[in-house]
């Protein structure tokens, strides 16, 4: 089992920054791709972005291009998302993901998953 623990999200203003953290413990591997996952109310989870740890390979949701950095630090089993010129319409539940194999962009072929931080963004 892999428990992922998010923290970082909160209240900000349009065109501000924020910075969430995901930390992962249990039984992890280096061969674990990380993503990150939003769900706004009344709208299906959907894919941020994500990154394979053992390549540094990182794929982006095309709204969030330019804005958003994911980065990992293996030694401290750790994911992060750097939020740039945040826009009212990334205001969800942010949720920290693992994937022991599969597509990095779905959902459902993540194994693991944290229990989110709300990220709120106000014009």
């Known amino acids: 089992q892999v428990q992922l623990v998010e923290s970082g999200g909160g209240l900000v203003q349009a065109g501000g920054s924020l910075s969430l953290s995901c930390v992962a413990s249990g039984r992890t591997s280096s061969r674990y791709a990380m993503g990150w996952f939003r769900q706004a109310p009344g709208k299906e989870r959907e894919f941020v972005a994500a990154i394979r740890w053992s390549t540094y390979y990182a794929n982006y949701t095309d709204s969030v291009k330019g804005r958003f950095t994911i980065s990992r630090d293996n030694a401290k089993t750790a994911v992060y998302l750097q939020m740039n010129s945040l826009k009212p319409e990334d205001t969800a539940v942010y949720y920290c993901?693992?994937?022991?194999?599969?597509?990095?962009?779905?959902?459902?072929?993540?194994?693991?998953w944290g229990q989110g931080t709300q990220v709120t963004v106000f014009s």
């Open positions: 993901a693992a994937q022991m194999g599969g597509h990095i962009r779905y959902q459902q072929d993540y194994d693991f």
